[in-house]
């Protein structure tokens, strides 16, 4: 099994799907923004650091993050989905040192970005962060609670709209360069990720398959 890693901007659904796939296919989820906000709930002043850049909206240095990566991942024994990382063309040649002798596809969420700050105002996530919801295309069955663990739904403070609009701004200028970085390298598989979550599903399957 192929090591994954997820691109697209910020609401495409790479951790929806990260969360289905990992349950249908034995790959181990990794998000560097969830390892970002479990430092972030120690309360450690560098968490406090980290929780400013992150309501900000901005990236948390490469270094940063990358330490945090390489502290989390055994590459030995596991197949991960890498979900948030990399989000610029240093990082993804660091990923790509990472993954040296080891075989992986690159998967970009392609969506419509006009579509998307609609699209994470109404994301609500269960406050271990865990399940992802969104009010209008994937609601809980009952108002403000997890289908699967009853815990309260909120809000992540970067998905309010005046820092989604600057999470944009930062991903056309951050990331968007990277996906030509990986297209050159004739690595790139697109999903339509407009679609909906079982097609977006089947789209990836295929890639696998
Ligand atoms: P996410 O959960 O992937 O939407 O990430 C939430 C926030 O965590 C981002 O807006 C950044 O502030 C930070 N973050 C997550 N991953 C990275 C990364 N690879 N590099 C820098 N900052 C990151």
Redesign the pocket.
């Known amino acids: 099994m192929k090591n994954l890693i997820f691109i697209g901007p ?1 609401g495409c659904g ?2 929806t799907q990260s969360n289905i796939l990992k349950d249908a296919k034995g790959y181990t989820h990794v ?7 479990s430092e972030v709930s120690k309360g450690t002043d560098l968490g406090r650091k ?1 929780s400013d ?2 309501e ?7 270094e ?2 990358t330490e945090l ?1 390489k502290a989390n991942i055994d590459l030995s024994s596991k197949q991960y989905i890498f ?6 063309v240093k ?1 993804a040649e660091i990923l790509d040192q990472i993954l040296e002798g080891s075989d992986y596809s690159v998967i970009y969420f392609k969506v419509d970005v006009e579509n998307l700050v609609g699209r994470i105002t109404n994301r609500r996530v269960s406050s271990d962060g865990k399940h992802i919801y969104n009010l209008i295309s994937n609601p809980p069955k009952e108002d403000g609670k997890c289908d699967q663990t009853g815990q309260f739904l909120i809000q ?1 403070e ?1 998905d309010k709209e005046e820092v989604v609009r600057n ?1 944009m701004d ?1 991903y056309s200028r951050e990331t968007e360069p990277m996906i030509d970085f990986y297209r050159s390298k004739n690595i790139l598989e697109e999903v339509d990720a407009e679609k909906s979550i079982e097609s977006v599903t089947e789209q990836i399957e295929r890639v696998l398959n």
């Open positions: 910020p790479k951790g998000s560097t923004g969830d390892l970002l906000r980290i850049v992150m900000s909206g901005e990236l948390v240095t490469d940063l993050v990566l979900d948030g990382f990399p989000r610029n990082q992540r970067d999470r930062v």
